[in-house]
C-alpha cells in the first residue's frame, strides 16, 4: 500500500511537470528533464520517509494499519466429544396388526362389530352358518348314549364272566370313539365362532353377510395401537455398530414431531435379496397419532469419539497437497497464516474431525479465512475455541 502511494504521486509529479514544459522534443532536452524528474522523486520519496518515521512516532499504530495485515478472528483446537450420525428410512409396525380368517367354511350367519370398534379379548365378532355340524354332533350325542348303554351291560356281564373279551373291548371301542368324534365336532363347531384373538379395533371388514367364507379366506383386521414399534432395515456395511439399547432419534415427517427412543433388537441374519439387517426401536405413548405402516425417519449413531480434534468444516480447503486449514505462525507480535495440511474423517453437523495434522493448543484461523494465503501477516482480533 506505501509502495503504490508513492507511485501514484511520482506519477502526479511527472504529469505535472510534463504540463508545465515548453513541449520540446529533442534527445538533450529529454535527458535534462529526465534527470530533473529523477532528482524530484528522491526528494519527494525522502520527504514522504521523514514523514512516517514522524508519524509512528506519534501513532505507533499507524505503520500496522498502513501494511498488507488482514484482520482475523482464530479459534483454538480442543479436544471434545463428536459424534457422527446416519439417517435411514424406518417404519410403524405393531405387534398385534391381524388379518383375522377361519378354519371353518361356510355362509357367514352374523357380523357383530363394525369398522372402528373397539374390541376386547375373545369377543364373539362374527359366526359362520354351521348347521350341518350342528346335525352331526346330535346324530353322535345319539348314537353314543347307545353306545354307553351297550359298554354298561357288557361290562357287567364281562364281570360275571359271561360273553367273550372281544365283546367286552368292542363295545368299549365303540364307546370311546364316539366320544372322540363327539368332542372333534364341538371343537370344530367352535370355530364357526369368529373371535378376538387380542383386545384392539377394528380396523377393516372387507366381508358382508351371507357371504361365503372359505378356510384361510380373510374376514376382518384388528389392530392393537398400544403395542407398536418402529421396524428399519439398516446395510450391512454398518455391522457392528449399533446395539441394543442404544439411542435414536425419530422424526415423524407427517406431524413434523420429533422423539428419542432406543434400540430394542437387533438381527443377526443379513436378508439375502437387498444385503441389509433389521433392527427394532422402541416406540413408547405418545401424545400424537401414529398408525401402522407410517413413515419415520431415524437418526443413528455410528461413530463416536469423547476426545475428537474438531473444526468447522467450512475452514477446510483443498490445495494440490491435499486438504489443509489455515494456522497461525510466529509470536503474538508479529503473527502471520500458514497453511497446516490435515487428515479428515467424519463431517457432520457442520463439523469435520481432523485424524491428523492438529494437536490440542493449535491457533487457527476463523473469521477472515478466505482473505489470507500462506504467509501474510494477520492481526488477530478474537480468540475462541473451534468447536
Request: charged share 25%.
Amino acid at each position: 500500500m506505501k509502495t503504490f502511494n508513492k507511485f501514484i504521486m511520482l506519477i502526479s509529479l511527472t504529469a505535472l511537470l510534463f504540463g508545465c514544459s515548453d513541449g520540446g522534443d529533442n534527445l538533450e532536452t529529454k535527458t535534462t528533464k529526465l534527470a530533473d524528474l529523477r532528482s524530484q522523486a528522491r526528494k519527494i520519496e525522502h520527504d514522504i520517509k521523514q514523514l512516517e518515521s514522524e508519524i509512528v512516532k506519534l501513532d505507533p499504530e499507524y505503520d500496522k494499519n498502513s501494511n498488507n495485515i488482514i484482520l482475523v478472528s482464530t479459534a483454538s483446537i480442543e479436544p471434545t466429544e463428536f459424534e457422527h450420525k446416519i439417517e435411514i428410512r424406518g417404519t410403524v409396525e405393531s405387534r398385534n396388526n391381524v388379518v383375522v380368517s377361519t378354519e371353518f367354511g361356510g355362509r357367514i350367519e352374523t357380523i357383530s362389530i363394525r369398522e372402528g370398534q373397539n374390541v376386547s379379548k375373545g369377543q364373539v365378532l362374527m359366526t359362520i352358518d354351521a348347521e350341518v355340524t350342528r346335525n352331526t354332533i346330535a346324530e353322535i350325542e345319539t348314537s353314543l348314549e347307545l353306545a354307553q348303554i351297550i359298554f354298561e351291560r357288557q361290562s357287567k356281564l364281562w364281570e360275571q364272566k359271561i360273553g367273550t373279551e372281544i365283546q367286552f373291548l368292542e363295545a368299549r371301542n365303540r364307546k370311546e370313539s364316539l366320544e372322540r368324534s363327539l368332542a372333534t365336532s364341538k371343537s370344530r363347531l367352535a370355530l364357526s365362532v369368529v373371535r378376538a384373538p387380542f383386545a384392539g379395533s377394528i380396523d377393516e371388514i372387507p366381508v358382508r353377510i351371507g357371504e361365503m367364507a372359505t378356510p384361510g379366506m380373510p374376514l376382518l383386521r384388528i389392530v392393537n395401537p398400544n403395542d407398536m414399534y418402529i421396524q428399519a432395515d439398516i446395510s450391512e456395511i454398518h455391522i457392528g455398530r449399533f446395539k441394543e439399547g442404544q439411542h435414536v432419534d425419530i422424526h415423524f415427517p407427517s406431524q413434523n414431531k420429533n422423539l428419542v427412543s432406543k434400540i430394542t433388537a437387533v438381527s443377526q441374519v443379513i436378508n439375502r435379496e437387498n444385503r441389509t439387517f433389521s433392527m427394532e426401536i422402541e416406540l413408547r405413548a405418545v401424545d400424537f397419532t401414529i398408525k401402522p405402516n407410517q413413515v419415520t425417519i431415524l437418526k443413528l449413531t455410528d461413530y463416536m469419539n469423547d476426545e475428537a480434534i474438531v473444526v468447522p468444516t467450512r475452514l477446510i480447503q483443498r490445495d494440490d497437497e491435499g486438504t489443509f486449514v489455515f494456522g497461525i505462525d510466529g509470536n503474538s507480535s508479529n503473527p502471520s497464516a500458514s497453511k497446516i495440511h490435515v487428515i479428515t474423517g467424519f463431517s457432520y453437523n457442520s463439523q469435520t474431525e481432523i485424524t491428523d495434522g492438529l494437536v490440542d493448543g493449535d491457533l487457527i484461523v476463523n473469521e477472515g479465512f478466505r482473505d489470507v494465503s500462506q504467509g501474510v501477516e494477520v492481526q488477530i482480533a478474537t480468540v475462541s475455541t473451534a468447536n
